[in-house]
């Protein structure tokens, strides 16, 4: 359940190879007022899944830059939709350390089953410079470690081999075969 296609199209690519489909639910979760990704994803999780009486899993993910002490964590999308890329890049103008990480928290509620939970994280920094134009939110400024372009710049394929979201739909995909078929 999300209302950004991007998350979505990334969430079904990991998941294809698993033979596992998903289908998109475009609906606003409620989001209650908490720093801890995993505690947004489980209580929206929860609700939509006895709201639509079906299983749904939510994911809700943020950008953490360890010289804004964390900032933008939890409000990302808040941040992306106000300050923008541009915003973060000046409030760290000058900043020579410039390490961050994406964090992905997902939740896999049912009307019926206990609620699981699956995370992942991926290490990098934050580019001088917005580069590249594919993906979306923060893509064009983060660099995973390892790598010498940003999301952005690298594409599909570069996007789902670091992913946060991409770990953490693998390792749903992992329980959901050793638990479910
Ligand atoms: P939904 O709540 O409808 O799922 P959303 O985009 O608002 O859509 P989040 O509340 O989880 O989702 O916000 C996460 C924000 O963090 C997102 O809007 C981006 O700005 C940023 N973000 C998360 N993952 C990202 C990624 O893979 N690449 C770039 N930016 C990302």
Redesign the pocket.
């Known amino acids: ?4 296609r991007h ?1 979505y199209q ?1 969430a079904r690519r990991t998941l294809d190879p698993f033979g596992i489909k998903i289908r998109m639910l475009a609906s ?2 409620t ?1 209650i007022q908490s720093t801890n990704l995993s505690k947004i994803a489980k209580f929206a999780a929860e609700e939509a899944a006895k709201k639509y009486n079906r299983t749904v899993l ?6 953490f830059v360890k010289v804004l002490n964390g900032f933008p964590g939890p409000f ?2 808040y ?2 939709d106000t300050i923008g890329v541009r915003g973060l890049l000046r409030l760290m103008a000058r900043q020579t350390r410039r390490d961050a990480y ?1 964090q ?1 928290s997902l939740a896999v509620a049912s009307p019926r089953d206990s609620t699981q939970e699956f995370s992942g994280k991926v290490d990098g920094t934050i580019s001088h410079k917005p580069a590249g134009k594919q ?5 064009p400024i ?1 660099i995973p470690r390892g790598a010498r372009k940003t ?1 952005a710049q690298g594409g599909t394929e570069f ?1 789902d081999k670091y ?3 991409a770990i953490a739909f693998r390792k749903l995909a992992l329980w959901y075969i050793r638990t479910k078929t």
């Open positions: 359940m999300t209302q950004n998350k990334e606003p979760k989001e939510l994911e809700d993910s943020g950008l990302s999308s941040v992306h994406f992905a993906g979306f939110g923060f893509d983060f999301f996007k992913s946060h979201r």
